[in-house]
T-cell receptor, first 117, second 117 residues
Framework: AQSVAQPEDQVNVAEGNPLTVKCTYSVSGNPYLFWYVQYPNRGLQFLLKYITGDNLVKGSYGFEAEFNKSQTSFHLKKPSALVSDSALYFCAVRDMRYGGSQGNLIFGKGTKLSVKP | NAGVMQNPRHLVRRRGQEARLRCSPMKGHSHVYWYRQLPEEGLKFMVYLQKENIIDESGMPKERFSAEFPKEGPSILRIQQVVRGDSAAYFC???????????????FGPGTRLLVL
């Protein structure tokens, strides 16, 4: 079965420190991977995606993610966290039924990132 | 260029009433996805529509839920005879074309938060 796992419900980081939010996936074929961020009572904002090419993907607001095929992981990273990064982060993979032609996403449960001053 | 619009942003219904949620995709987008986010959960795919067609409704509950995307006007997600378990945030996303043909991304609206009393 296709799935996305975010093993940490919450990640706490001090401002200025590097952060990592973990994501692993299970899907048939080559994965299309995404990270979204959700601020309280808001919709999801797209951060970055991996479709093909370089395993290190750079996205919005200084975030990046590394695709690791052997570990089936797509961890989100940022070298120096900001208090304003505090939010709920979702990892997602494209549903590969029908070869991924439908385009709908399978989401993890989300990880709450808390950055303290 | 306005993003994906959803209204209402908040909706309160009593058990047994109908809930009607609207989604206007981004300009030029003809593909719409509906997702539901239950408390403390990630988003779950419900239905994928193209103008005047339901492409994939595999995530929709079999009863009481329906969706449409007419030639003119917004996409509508309709929930009949609501129950307390329907309380959730409902998000709409849009894309300009069938995602298998492109490396495009889905863009999400702000969501409608439904509360059933």
């Amino acid at each position: 079965a296709q799935s996305v796992a975010q093993p940490e419900d919450q990640v706490n980081v001090a401002e200025g420190n590097p952060l990592t939010v973990k994501c692993t996936y299970s899907v048939s074929g080559n994965p299309y991977l995404f990270w979204y961020v959700q601020y309280p009572n808001r919709g999801l904002q797209f951060l970055l995606k991996y479709i093909t090419g370089d395993n290190l993907v750079k996205g919005s607001y200084g975030f990046e993610a590394e695709f690791n095929k052997s570990q089936t992981s797509f961890h989100l990273k940022k070298p120096s966290a900001l208090v304003s990064d505090s939010a709920l982060y979702f990892c997602a993979v494209r549903d590969m039924r029908y070869g991924g032609s439908q385009g709908n996403l399978i989401f993890g449960k989300g990880t709450k990132l808390s950055v303290k001053p | 260029n306005a993003g994906v619009m959803q209204n209402p942003r908040h909706l309160v219904r009593r058990r047994g009433q109908e809930a009607r949620l609207r989604c206007s995709p981004m300009k030029g987008h003809s593909h719409v996805y509906w997702y539901r986010q239950l408390p403390e959960e990630g988003l779950k795919f419900m239905v994928y529509l193209q103008k005047e067609n339901i492409i994939d409704e595999s995530g929709m509950p079999k009863e009481r839920f329906s969706a449409e995307f007419p030639k003119e006007g917004p996409s509508i997600l309709r929930i009949q005879q609501v129950v307390r378990g329907d309380s959730a945030a409902y998000f709409c996303a849009s894309s300009p074309r069938r995602l298998a043909e492109t490396q495009e991304t889905q863009y999400f609206g702000p969501g409608t938060r439904l509360l059933v009393l």
